[in-house]
């Protein structure tokens, strides 16, 4: 298994990419979360197969339509024990 957190920068928010990010999450059987954060950025911390976590990554890097990445930026982590995926709204 493997654990990241992404930080995506760009035009990322208002655009459904938390919506995004849990339909991709789900397709895949990864678990973890997506939050947007105050600085504009999106962040998304993901658990699973190495090729699903992959696969999750490449689909960050396109966004869904309306999205403008600007860059990621990827930081591993130790294995969290997620149940699911969620989106966490404040």
Do not use: W
């Amino acid at each position: 298994m493997k654990t990241i957190r992404i930080f995506i920068y760009g035009i990322v928010q208002g655009v459904f990419f938390r919506a995004f990010a849990k339909e991709q999450a789900d397709n895949l059987g990864l678990t973890g979360y997506v939050k947007n954060l105050d600085d504009g950025r999106v962040e998304i911390v993901v658990e699973g197969y190495e090729n699903d976590v992959n696969r999750m990554i490449d689909a960050c890097k396109k966004g869904p339509l309306g999205s403008r990445i600007r860059d990621i930026e990827i930081e591993k982590m130790s294995h969290q024990g997620f149940d699911s995926f969620r989106i966490v709204r404040f």
